[in-house]
């Protein structure tokens, strides 16, 4: 292995203060909390289906946490916590949008909040689909060849001889982030600044600005290419290239949907296989089972349990009079453990009827990434399982805990093997 190859360029420390999730970088979402928020959204669901107040608030959480639909404080704010509640706002994309303003992303503003994320309607999906091919399941093997297994083999490589590692960090945080930046044509040396630069959308255009530029001139066999040789159809038919600022919007959303997630459920996923030692035995012995161990962790934990919607007209959603200009959150993670849908809703059991969750959102904006992610959670993991022996929690080391409130996953990972 030589001193470039990718888990050798990235900087140990840097991603531990990058990816912990109590560290000052992640504090921002609620990344100090550390209790068990369920049996709070067991009590709030069974109370009223809609409750008037953000869902840090309703939690007990103290402090100011930010994410979607945040802080917004001179707007009414309502959550739900219920399956059903929270399916309907997500479908019902008129009534409940994803931003308070229309999107213009030709401007010069380059970011996530100007990018098909906060969009609607007829613009979201005209956008959507310049990418959506890239994202589609028979497009999984394109990404696990290109950038996933390469990546995971080395990182492997990099602790099989030590008998222990700490595997949240060290493993799962650089997975995602070395393939999405791998997949935009990012050098490895430059995938953890563009991951810190990620608040600072004119520092990572300085970095996109000469892989767009060479793109132009010559596309090749990745992300970007896909997105300059993008034809985006107006309203009245017309075609047109993308801008650069419309590329950089795209490629921010991608980063920051695609790095900062997919680690955090695969911590979450093997957790909750590694605590289960019978369960981690079922997988070694049949890997198929894996596919259903990460839908099920993405139900019983998902990583990011609130989205949240604006409110476009007067509406009486489930008995309550939600006014216009309202925000609206919706607690997947409560929906994702409603009785009413799954019994024994908090334990983990892979071995459950497979019934669509949230986790992954729902309706016009749910996750574009999700096979992607499912890709690089199954090959991480088996990865893994082939290679470290015996691979089981180290009974000396502080055990893992999840912790977080808008962004959830678990502490450090101390594994034993051989
Ligand atoms: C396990 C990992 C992941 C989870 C739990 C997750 C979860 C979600 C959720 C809940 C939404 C809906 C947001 C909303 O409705 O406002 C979403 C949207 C999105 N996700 Fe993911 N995501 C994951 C991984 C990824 C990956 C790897 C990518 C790839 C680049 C990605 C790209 C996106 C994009 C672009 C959107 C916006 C889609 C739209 O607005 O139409 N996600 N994700």
């Known amino acids: ?41 067991h009590e709030l669901r069974a109370r009223a289906a809609v409750h008037e107040g953000t869902v840090h608030r309703l939690t007990g959480y103290p402090g100011e946490a930010m994410f979607q639909g ?24 008129e009534t409940f949008a994803s931003s308070p303003v229309a999107i213009n992303p ?20 005209r956008y959507r689909a310049l990418v959506q091919p890239s994202f589609v399941p028979a497009k999984a093997k394109w990404w696990i060849v290109n950038w996933i297994q390469e990546t995971v083999q080395d990182l492997v490589d ?16 650089a997975i995602p982030v070395l393939t999405i930046t791998g997949s935009f044509g990012v050098p490895v040396d430059q995938a953890l600044v563009i991951r810190e630069s990620l608040r600072d959308p004119a520092a990572v255009v300085r970095i996109l600005a000469p892989i767009v530029a060479a793109r132009r001139e010559s596309p090749s066999d990745d ?56 369960v981690l035995a079922a997988v070694r012995e049949d890997r198929t089972l894996l596919k259903a161990c990460v839908e099920e962790s993405v139900r019983w934990l998902p990583t990011d349990p609130m989205f949240s919607r604006h409110v476009t007209r007067d509406v009486d959603f489930y008995g309550t009079t939600l006014p216009k200009g309202s925000v609206l959150h919706m607690c997947l993670g409560a929906a994702g453990r409603d009785p009413e849908r799954w019994d024994r809703p908090d ?28 890709a690089e959670i199954t090959t991480g993991i088996n990865a893994l399982l082939d290679r470290l022996p015996n691979l089981r929690l180290d009974p000396d080391a502080e055990q893992p805990r999840y912790v977080g409130l808008y962004e959830r996953g678990a502490t450090e990972i101390p594994v034993l093997f051989g």
């Open 223 to 278: 992300l970007i290419s896909v997105l300059v040789q993008a034809e985006l159809k107006e309203a009245d038919g017309t075609t047109h290239t993308l801008s650069d600022a419309e590329i950089y919007s795209f490629a921010i959303l991608l980063l920051t949907a695609g790095s900062g997630t997919t680690w955090k459920q695969m911590g979450i996923t093997l957790t909750a296989l590694l605590q289960r030692p019978e």
């Open 158 to 173: 990099r602790i099989a001889g030590d008998g222990r590692a700490e595997l949240n960090t060290d493993f799962c945080a």
């Open 1 to 41: 292995m030589t001193d470039l190859s990718p888990p050798a360029a990235l900087d140990r420390d840097r991603i531990r203060e990058l990816f912990d999730l109590r560290s000052s970088y992640n504090s921002f979402s609620g990344g100090d909390y550390t209790d068990d928020p369920y049996p709070v959204w």
């Open 106 to 125: 030709i401007g010069d503003d380059v970011g996530v909040m100007n990018s098909m994320l906060s969009m609607g309607g007829d613009q979201h999906r």
């Open 347 to 374: 334990e983990f059991d892979p071995y459950r009827p497979l019934k669509r969750s949230l986790g992954f959102g729902g309706g016009p904006h749910i996750c574009l990434g999700m096979h992607l992610a499912r």
């Open 70 to 93: 945040l802080p917004f404080p001179d707007r009414p704010h309502f959550s739900v916590f219920g399956f059903e509640a929270c399916d309907a706002a997500f479908r019902d994309s």
